[in-house]
């Protein structure tokens, strides 16, 4: 078996990134110039990458699938961004933020990769304060903090329950000023078909133009995918409808490793499913959970008659009702990680405790906090939250306790890049979602839009000049060239095969299918027997696909069926991987719960003699048993131990 | 148990921007009214493929109401018949049993129609890159603390900047004017001393591009302001009233 | 120049001439209302205004006021109806907290103006213009510079009144979202203080109509007995 090297640099953990810094090349102002950047996705990764390289003065061609920039999903995040800035003097540090988030990750993530994200964690806040995001702040004028999840400080800096968006919004504006100068090409409306290597490298892009239907070619130097995750296998998940995982799907088609692809977070606190017309889950922000107080009735009785609607959730006494996360984990309490919440949550449903007319909910009470903070305090800090939930399930939260239940939200499996963010295919790198990186099998609160940023301002675009410095003799491309006429071929038949299938189906209607068996089989509780019912049954989903999909229009104009159709078939062989590496892990970790490996109270049960390494996968041909490469990980500053959120 | 209700729809279904158009009439039966107004739109485009005819086209991508893709200018209000929502948050307990509910597509000239109810707001991100921003680049940029700011400040400026990009503001001015989304944008920028400096050269030139680009003027009918899913308020207008005369008479 | 040239400008050019206007309408009505209390003293004012340099001066500048307030108008209307596009909501509905008039300015500001024809033939024609073109000898009603009697006249005529009375009503609208508007134009304003200048717009409007309505009524009563 291969081992993988990542190409972390020596040295002590905290002059890594420092070393790096000092001694990686760099390229002049005037070749920067003459260089091509092609960054897809414009999220907090992507969009802070294009702006970012843009003001360094590379030419670089953005891309993204909704009709601006601003929509990316990145947006959605809710409750905040963590940084070591210690602004509270509660004990944080750049190592413990570090440590916090190894460890969250169940011991699953590069420890040079996430320490220099702790390191860069400061001064993506200082960035987005000079940008003008708008921080929630304290009466002094200095920035707020809230705790989330899986830390024992407050370093979550937070804009009302929108901070995802203003952040967004941030590096929006930053890449907004350079479309002005010129240096950022935007391409809005476009979507990534196609990645396209000569001699190996990663050198452009095929991209279908969404509302002509015409497909494009793109060269570059260098290409960035920073598309997000692939969330959306499951057909419900938190994610936007348009989110995908078809552009890092093109590049492990193209040779790029697809790493530990099971590790998908389950998000503890999101609207629960109310009907089978349902089209995506809404999440409810983890800052709840500060002020929050999750809890099942004590008695089965009482849950059954609340399921019945025979008693309202106010009615049942205090001493009748199950805290259960204050009670299994009294030091984390409301904060544990968002895994062992989630399947908390399960247990107490599996076992007959759940609430809402399914029986597949359970409570998240505020009566506590409104009696401690006043209803004045508690709106102020979660009133868009409290308006969002009204609107969508018709109950006032200020009344009567929310239900919530688990729901797919973050995978934090992607594209296998090394320390430099770069690919196993040169001049492709990946950042933000779409990559592997740091959160190794669970990803904590307020942690993704940290590491987005962190990939696009302050990572990325050193670590591409080490690439780019070797490229300044080679001249722009044209996309002339045969390896892009073969690509758009390829791409073009693909169109054609799906259009001229003429089934009976709709893509929603497979998807959905996709989706349940994803739900039921790879998601909170894996078994080995489960898996291998997903890996049959997804196999007889994508026959069905193939032979039976109906797509009206044609391919060559605007068709929205189409786009799902091309992005279907992609999840259909993500969802596929996913159930492979997850069988292919025999351990418990993080957000991949495999029944037959926890302790005797139900604690995942990791097997690091086994499984402490990254599983990378490789693809070796269409309906091939991808090749499995390991990328062992090695501890040298963290004492790796059984996760411990009770005392 | 569940509440259904049937429905007829008058749907705006246009080829191209610049294809006629006409309204299409669908009946929907045993619709949920748990469901959002988009996934009955997608029950009905499924059946729309059962039939082997070509879906409604609409914009929508987060469908929890912080994206600001998804539009339609629904019986007569932009996001439908609720207040302070995104059509994606609109629910069909909203609408009555055997009620004729009619769409249509943001209608503005800055906002032409790509197909069905798609419209193209492209001009808000010019607007935007004409000046919506601080001239900061990545990296060499102050302590986030080192600049206090009043809460108070603070808090207007996170009141303006949730102003989505939606365009329901243009869609519901009768004048098609971008004037609470170009306010949203100077006054959150205005208020925090890290965007003050700029403010009267922003000021100005999102001005200039606005108007360039065909948008209406400002008659002060508030109709913007009360369609507005994020509550984004007209003193913002004012502000930016302010802050463009000051810089013109500055000159 | 931008005053043209941009939104913003030639809005500041609507919300300068049309607070001129309400100055002068402040001032007209006060002038009107003394007709009430003394007809000797309106005439007094009338004759104040006839054929000085200083009044001639005066209409002239109002009368250019006035014009720019129009012109503009009818500018920013066309711009704003280009802008909408060519295609209408089939079904569109003012929204919930919008006024009626700030929906429909041009028409109220028409059929002010309508009303100003009226009462151009009727008052200003027989009165200053009159006295301007050298005509100083007694018309039908009376001396140009017997503004009373013209008062009298005309208010004694049922549909004279009633007309008036629209056209005043036309104005009340018109005012009151002309007048915070104007203050919002030129940017002040704010969270607190608009609905307070929401409601100072309807007191002032209220006041200007009442004015103006009062001595109309007042005249038609006194014409009755």
Known sequence: MN??????????????????????????????????????GTGLAGGAAAASLGELGFNVLNFCIQDSPRRAHSLAAQGGINAAKNYQNDGDSIYRLFYDTIKGGDYRAREANVYR??????????????QGVPFAREYGGLLDNRSFGGAQVSRTFYAKGQTGQQLLLGAYSALSRQIQKGTVKLFARHEMLDLVLIDGRARGIIARNLVTGKIERFAAHAVVIATGGYGNTFFLSTNAMGSNGSAAWQCYKKGAYFANPCFAQIHPTCIPVHGEFQSKLTLMSESLRNDGRIWVPKHKADAEAVRAGKLKPTDIKEEDRDYYLERRYPAFGNLVPRDVASRAAKERCDAGYGVGTTGLAVYLDFSDAINRLGLKTVEARYGNLFQMYEKSVDENPYKTPMMIYPAIHYTMGGIWVDY????????????????????GANRLGASALMQGLADGYFVLPYTIQNYLADQIQVPRFTTDRQEFDTAENAVNDKIQKLINIKGKRSVDSIHKELGLAMWDFVGMGRTKFGLREALAKIAEIKREFWSNVRIPGSGSDQNTELEKALRLADFIEIGELMARDALYREESCGGHFREEYQTEDGEALRKDDKFSYVACWRYTGEDMEPELLKEELAYEYIKVQQRNYKE | MEKTINITLKVWKQRNPKSQGAFETYTLNNISIDS?????????????INEGKEPVVFDHDCREGICGMCSLFINGRPHGPDDDVTTCQLHMRKFHDGETITVEPWRSAAFPVIRDLMVDRNAFDKIIQAGGYVSVNTGGVPDANAIPIPKDKADAAMDAASCIGCGACVAACKNGSAMLFVSAKVSQLALLPQGRIETAKRAKAMIAKMDELGFGNCTNTGACEAECPKNVSISNIARLNREFLFAKLKD | MWLFKSSIGKKLIMSISGIFLILFLTFHMGMNVTAIFSEEAYNGICELLGVNWYAIVGTLVLASGFLVHVIFAFLLTLQNRKARGNKRYVHSKAPAGVEFASQNMLVLGLIV?????LHFAQ???NMQFAELIGNHSNNLIGSPSDGAAFIKHWFSIPWVCAAYLVWFAALWFHLTHGFWSALQTLGWNNAIWINRLKCISNIFATVIFGGFASVVIVFYFKSLV
């Not at chain 1, 002059?15 to 260089?35: D, M």
């Not at chain 1, 994200?117 to 304060?129: F, K, Y």
């Not at chain 2, 959002?36 to 997608?42: A, H, I, K, Q």
């Open chain 2, 36 to 48: 959002s107004f988009l996934e009955m739109l997608d029950i009905l485009n499924e059946q729309l």
């Open chain 1, 117 to 130: 994200l702790a390191e860069v964690s400061g001064n993506i806040i200082d960035q987005c304060v000079a």
């Open chain 3, 123 to 125: 008052f200003w024609y």
């Open chain 3, 113 to 117: 103006c309508m009303g100003l024809l």
């Open chain 1, 420 to 439: 430099e963010l770069q690919t196993s295919i040169p001049g492709l790198f990946a950042a933000g979602e779409a990559n592997f990186s740091d959160h």
């Open chain 1, 3 to 40: 081992v993988i090297n990542s190409k972390t640099p020596q040295g002590p953990l905290s002059e890594k990134w420092k070393e790096y810094k000092s001694h990686q090349k760099l390229v002049n102002p005037a070749n920067k110039r003459r260089l091509d950047v092609i960054v897809v």
